[in-house]
T-cell receptor, first 112, second 118 residues
Framework: GQQVMQIPQYQHVQEGEDFTTYCNSSTTLSNIQWYKQRPGGHPVFLIQLVKSGEVKKQKRLTFQFGEAKKNSSLHITATQTTDVGTYFCAVYGSSNTGKLIFGQGTTLQVKP | DARVTQTPRDKVTEMGQEVTMRCQPILGHNTVFWYRQTMMQGLELLAYFRNRAPLDDSGMPKDRFSAEMPDATLATLKIQPSEPRDSAVYFC????????????????FGDGTRLSIL
């Protein structure tokens, strides 16, 4: 079945440093979604990418979809303590039934 | 803002007891998902429904878990009998119908039920 590998699993950064998490698939993806889960909270949808090479920005967050649509990245510029949490990528299963497959997530810690 | 409502927020019970978790999806959403989250396994899909029909429950232990949607405003997840290994956070999520452009829809998660089986 469809799987996505997300790296790194954990990242500790000093406030103000940049952060990037990567999501990789062995198969071509039709689209990819990104979610953020704050400690003790629930996953919250951030963005969806559908086009090859697509780049979208949300303030300090930059999302990219690879040209081959097999990988994606989330980059945060100048991290802040409010960025703390776990970032998940999620893709739809190959059966196109609406089943969303989540990566293992990258947990970001930001030291003030 | 519309939101997915889950009850109870926390549940502590003894092994062997029945546990029922409830979810009210966002009005107008036609897909409902049940996830289990643990440190070891991450987010696992247990079951999901579209237009109240179960589409996939392959991630759910069939012998003790059951998921239903008695109506469009209520989804339930039951565990009977519960075991300590069932301790986890259980999330319900709902999603709107796909748009006319065919793009998949984002999922909206509830606050979860934190379940502890002693």
């Amino acid at each position: 079945g469809q799987q996505v590998m997300q790296i790194p699993q954990y990242q500790h950064v000093q406030e103000g440093e940049d952060f990037t998490t990567y999501c990789n698939s062995s198969t071509t993806l039709s689209n990819i979604q990104w979610y953020k889960q704050r400690p003790g909270g629930h996953p919250v949808f951030l963005i969806q990418l559908v086009k090859s090479g697509e780049v979208k920005k949300q303030k300090r967050l930059t999302f990219q979809f690879g040209e081959a649509k097999k990988n994606s990245s989330l980059h945060i510029t100048a991290t802040q303590t409010t960025d703390v949490g776990t970032y998940f990528c999620a893709v739809y299963g190959s059966s196109n039934t609406g089943k969303l497959i989540f990566g293992q997530g990258t947990t970001l810690q930001v030291k003030p | 803002d519309a939101r997915v409502t889950q009850t109870p927020r926390d549940k502590v019970t003894e092994m062997g007891q029945e546990v029922t978790m409830r979810c009210q999806p966002i009005l107008g959403h036609n897909t409902v998902f049940w996830y289990r989250q643990t440190m070891m396994q991450g987010l696992e899909l247990l079951a999901y429904f579209r237009n109240r029909a179960p589409l996939d429950d392959s991630g759910m232990p069939k012998d003790r878990f059951s998921a239903e949607m008695p109506d469009a405003t209520l989804a339930t997840l039951k565990i009977q009998p519960s075991e300590p290994r069932d301790s986890a956070v259980y999330f319900c999520a709902s999603g709107p119908p796909r748009g006319g452009n065919g793009k998949p829809s984002p999922q909206h998660f509830g606050d979860g039920t934190r379940l502890s089986i002693l």
